[in-house]
């Protein structure tokens, strides 16, 4: 039977993904840490959609959770044909102030993990000449952004490897999108340094988000940026100097208050 894997998927825009793909009729591996949430979205969709739903609750920041989690789904022939790359976190303020264990968890999960769930997908979607790759990436990925170092270079990663791999398997039948979302409204803020609100950039909700990725994964479209101020941010930052960017980045993101309790001012 094909499925559809979402890693993150116990809140936010992987549990959205989950939800969304369940109503058009696609069966479901959802992964996260938090087995609870996992379940009780399992009981939920299950009972909603007909669908058949397999949760693994998981650690995807530890280096062999990639081999774990596909070596689940080929003993249990579970064949897996969208594979969404969603699972991430952020951690705000200043580079040296952050410990380097949150550096490499965020690199280990946003790029390592990532690499590795579609270099193991990847050769049976080749061979069955189908197969669907969403890898979340961000805004942030456009430019550097002071205070989220590490988070803005691995979504820039996520851009450059996605656009890089969806040539590669073009003439195949595997599709590979660059979901790249500006703010949205999901408990990734919590605790993140970040006060989306205190910034002046809008903030929009998952499900456009997620209903323009799908739309765009099936139109073969390589990277997406939804909403329309998103859009303009991009362009325009491609017109101006990087370094006038990365000042004007600092001034429309940066939550001042969290950011100057961080350096002690
Ligand atoms: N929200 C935004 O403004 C925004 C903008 C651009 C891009 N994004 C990207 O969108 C993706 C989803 O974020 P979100 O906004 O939906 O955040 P969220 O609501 O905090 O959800 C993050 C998901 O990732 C999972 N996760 C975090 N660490 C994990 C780990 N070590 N192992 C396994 N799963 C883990 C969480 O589940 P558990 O805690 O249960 O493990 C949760 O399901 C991320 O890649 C993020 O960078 C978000």
Redesign the pocket.
Known sequence: MSYVLV??????????FAEEYASRGRNLIL????GE??KSAEKELKAKHGIDVITY??????PQ?AAEVHGFCSRNRFDVDTLVN?????QSGPFNRLSIETHE?MIT??IT?LVKLTHLFLPEMLRRNHGEIIN?????AFQGVPYSAI?AAT?AFVLVFSESLREEVRKSGVKVTA????????????GAGVD?HKTRLP??R?LPVVRAAINAVSRNQAIIVPGFINKILIHTGRLLPRWLMLRVGLILSRNEESMEKALGK
Request: charge should be positive; charged fraction near 15%.
């Open positions: 890693t993150g998927a116990s809140s936010g825009i992987g549990k959205v992964v996260a840490r938090s949430k996992l609750p998981c650690d995807l920041s530890k959770s969603n699972a991430g976190f952020n968890q999960l946003h993990t979340l990436s961000s805004i942030t988070y979504k979901l790249c979302p500006g703010l949205t409204e999901t408990g990734i803020f919590d989306p903030v929009g998952p």
